[in-house]
């Protein structure tokens, strides 16, 4: 059974570019939550989506954004990069979501310069 | 608001001793309690979790029992290897998201 597929690994942007990332679930996994972390402010939630709808939001500002696909997919895009979004970015997916534990993906480790 | 607090590390131990890494959770309810293990490189694994209090979770010789009223979730392992050297995050989810605590970097040395 294929993992938690993220892509792509590694990026490396400048700031004030924009960048998407990508994130393919577990197959029949409905839920994909996104992290952010840094070694500074430790691992943090960004959104969760549900059948393509999202569900529930951390606190970020609006320059993070997400969304699902029919299938599952999930991308988050990232506005106008600044040196502090420099992070490695997680997605977990399962299959209801609420109170269960996802299973992660290795992260895109983000670069911004 | 929901907050997780994990002791400090790193914790450095020999081959074969007893761990024990603190978790300590504030939240309103009963939230699900979780540990996580993140090797170099890598993105986060599922240890072991515990969904109400008094359950015990474990896996690979790794325990941990939800003690409401203590709020804790210790992380205990009886002889710890080598291969144990990794980042374990303690976590609680009350309403879909996951709270992390800061994390505690443990080396396991031969």
């Known amino acids: 059974k294929a993992g938690v597929t993220q892509t792509p690994r590694y990026l490396i942007k400048t700031r004030g570019q924009q960048v998407t990332l990508s994130c393919s679930p577990i197959s029949g996994h409905r839920s994909v939550s996104w992290y952010q972390q840094t070694p500074g402010q430790g691992l943090q939630f960004l959104f969760e989506y549900f059948s393509e709808t999202q569900r529930n939001k951390g606190n970020f500002p609006g320059r993070f954004s997400g969304r699902q696909f029919s299938n599952s997919r999930s991308e988050m895009n990232v506005s106008t990069l600044e040196l502090g979004d420099s992070a490695l970015y997680l997605c977990?997916?399962?299959?209801?979501?609420?109170?269960?534990?996802?299973?992660f993906g290795s992260g895109t480790r983000l670069t911004v310069v | 608001g929901d907050s997780v607090t994990q002791m400090e590390g790193p914790v450095t131990l020999s081959e074969e001793a007893f761990l024990t890494i603190n978790c300590t959770y504030t939240?309103?309810?009963?939230?699900?309690l979780f540990w996580y293990v993140q090797y170099p490189g890598e993105g986060l694994q599922l240890l072991l979790k515990a969904t109400k209090a008094d359950d015990k979770g474990s896996n690979k010789g790794f325990e941990a029992t939800y003690r409401k009223e203590t709020t804790s979730f210790h992380l205990e392992k009886g002889s710890v290897q080598v291969s144990d050297s990794a980042v374990y995050f303690c976590?609680?989810?009350?309403?879909?998201?996951?709270?992390f605590g800061q994390g505690t970097t443990l080396q396991v040395k031969p």
């Open positions: 939240a309103t309810g009963y939230p699900s």
């Open positions: 977990a997916s399962s299959f209801e979501g609420g109170r269960a534990e996802g299973t």
């Open positions: 976590a609680a989810s009350n309403t879909g998201k996951l709270i």
